[in-house]
């Protein structure tokens, strides 16, 4: 049996205000609200990718000009979109129906200069081809989600290693700065982190979904309540390896954060998008 490591005193409210990061009050950004939901952010912080609710459509934004371009209006394309470190590549998704009323997935490439996206794998229902090929460091490690289990893909090979049990299912997954661990959530369970073997587990709360990798030790994610119908708040959460947890927008309503060189992205209930600067790690 896997080793569990839970990491101690979570509930105490005294963790809940220690400080992981030292950060900026959240600012609310100069694009476009209503419909929109951060997708990512580039490894130097100057462009956003923004996309719906529903994932469908994917626009690339400027921070320093405000500059929109529109790089698909497809279904699915806002789900797990990447972004190259210059912001000037994307990789995406596009979701059609065939006609033998089967979904398939297409993934493209964008690259700004270009007007027209490349094709990188066409229509297909195979997701492990379009998720390993998705990757922009093809020499990086992999962790995708197959039939509700976690794989992880290195070199080529892939391995189902499911830390929590295969009788779970896992969402969100994402490989750590560094290469050596891989971030995942549990459905009714919560956020972990494991090493690409799925040994070492470290539980980091139920209160961190849609968890991302601000660096190797610490993790960022959103702590959203609902009344059963609609979600009524949210919260943007650092929790590190040893377990301290800060509350980083407080006064503001806050969902899928997204994270880059000393700044954290986000997005508010109307469509805002909030800048959270990071000052010292």
Not at 187 to 215: E, I
Not at 244 to 253: A, E
């Amino acid at each position: 049996m896997k080793k569990l490591i839970f990491l101690a005193g979570l509930a105490m409210a005294a963790i809940a205000s220690a400080q992981v990061l030292n950060v900026e009050a959240p600012v609310q950004l100069n694009a476009p609200a209503g419909d929109v939901k951060v997708a990512g952010i580039s490894a130097d912080g100057s462009t956003l990718l923004l996309t719906t609710s529903s994932n469908v459509g994917l626009r690339r934004y400027d921070m320093a000009t405000g500059e929109m371009t529109t790089l698909s209006e497809a279904a699915g394309a806002g789900y797990r979109a990447q972004i190259s470190a210059d912001g000037k590549t994307v990789t995406f998704r596009e979701k059609s129906v065939g006609k033998d009323k089967m979904m398939r997935t297409e993934l493209k490439q964008s690259v700004i200069g270009q007007r027209k996206a490349k094709v990188l794998v066409r229509p297909t229902r195979d997701m492990r081809l379009i998720s390993v090929s998705q990757t922009l460091e093809a020499v990086r490690p992999t962790a995708t989600i197959e039939n509700r289990q976690l794989v992880v893909t290195i070199g080529g090979v892939s391995t189902v290693i499911s830390p929590c049990g295969q009788d779970k299912s896992y969402i969100w997954p994402s490989i750590s700065p560094d290469g050596q661990r891989v971030l995942f959530y549990v459905s009714g369970k919560g956020a972990y982190v494991s090493d690409l073997a799925g040994k070492n587990v470290v539980y980091l709360g139920h209160d961190l979904r849609a968890p991302q990798w601000y660096n190797n030790e610490v993790v960022i994610g959103m702590n959203d309540r609902d009344n059963g119908e609609v979600i009524v708040s949210s919260e943007i959460i650092a929790v590190n390896m040893q377990g301290t947890r800060q509350v980083l927008t407080n006064g503001i309503n806050a969902m899928y954060p997204y994270a880059a060189n000393g700044a954290i992205v986000c997005s508010g209930f109307q469509g805002e998008t909030y800048l959270i600067k990071v000052t010292k790690d």
